[in-house]
């Protein structure tokens, strides 16, 4: 994606996240919110100038977390809970940086 930082998102999004919720990712918050950032960004690429579907792209990101990390169904659920506040985080940072188009 053109004009995207990734950097200055990771800072943002994990910025409007609240870490407190999830004190058994606290070691390793930052590098779970780039993650996401990074497989998000893939999607987007895989989906091309096609819908970007919110829901295929939460399972895209928690899967791929989980399958590198090697976590499995007792631990994806908490991790569901955060990869969808990150997901909210993440369109409100894409709309204020003028990177969304609304069809």
């Known amino acids: 994606m053109r004009d995207f930082d990734v950097d200055k998102a990771v800072t943002e999004i994990a910025a ?3 870490k407190g919720r999830y004190p058994e990712f606290a070691p390793q918050f ?3 919110i780039r993650r996401a950032v990074e497989l998000d ?3 987007m690429e895989e989906c ?3 819908f970007y579907d919110d829901d295929e792209a939460f399972e895209y990101i928690l899967e791929g977390i989980a399958r590198e990390r090697g976590w499995g169904e007792d ?3 908490r991790l569901g809970a955060l990869i969808d506040d990150y997901m909210e985080a993440q369109e409100r940072y894409m709309e204020a940086a003028g990177l969304l188009e609304w069809d």
């Open 75 to 77: 631990k994806m659920v």
């Open 48 to 50: 091309g100038s096609a």
């Open 16 to 18: 409007k996240l609240d």
């Open 30 to 32: 930052g590098g779970l």
């Open 41 to 43: 960004l893939a999607f």
